[in-house]
């Protein structure tokens, strides 16, 4: 699964395959902690991650939302800024 990002511990990682499955999401890995996270809701639809990482996924999404369902959608992973 390529690597799009990683802060403050998180990993943020998206995965094609011929036909993933919707929604548009990506993975956020916290040490062994795992949450899929929606794209266009922001939401986690998935996964054990603590309150506080799921927070700082959000905001990180918030930013790059556009980007992650562009990549999605041509299914070509490029990396982006971390949350600073």
């Known amino acids: 699964m390529p690597e799009i990002t990683r802060f403050y511990g998180i990993v943020i990682k998206m995965f094609f395959k011929p036909k993933e499955h919707e929604p548009s999401h990506i993975h956020a890995l916290y040490g062994e902690y795992m949450g899929e996270f929606n794209i266009s809701t922001l939401e986690m639809i998935q996964g054990d991650l603590p309150p506080k990482a799921q927070e700082l996924v959000k905001e990180w999404l918030q930013l790059y ?20």
């Open 65 to 84: 939302k556009d980007d992650l369902q562009d990549m999605w959608d041509k299914q070509f992973i490029y990396k982006l800024p971390p949350l600073q």
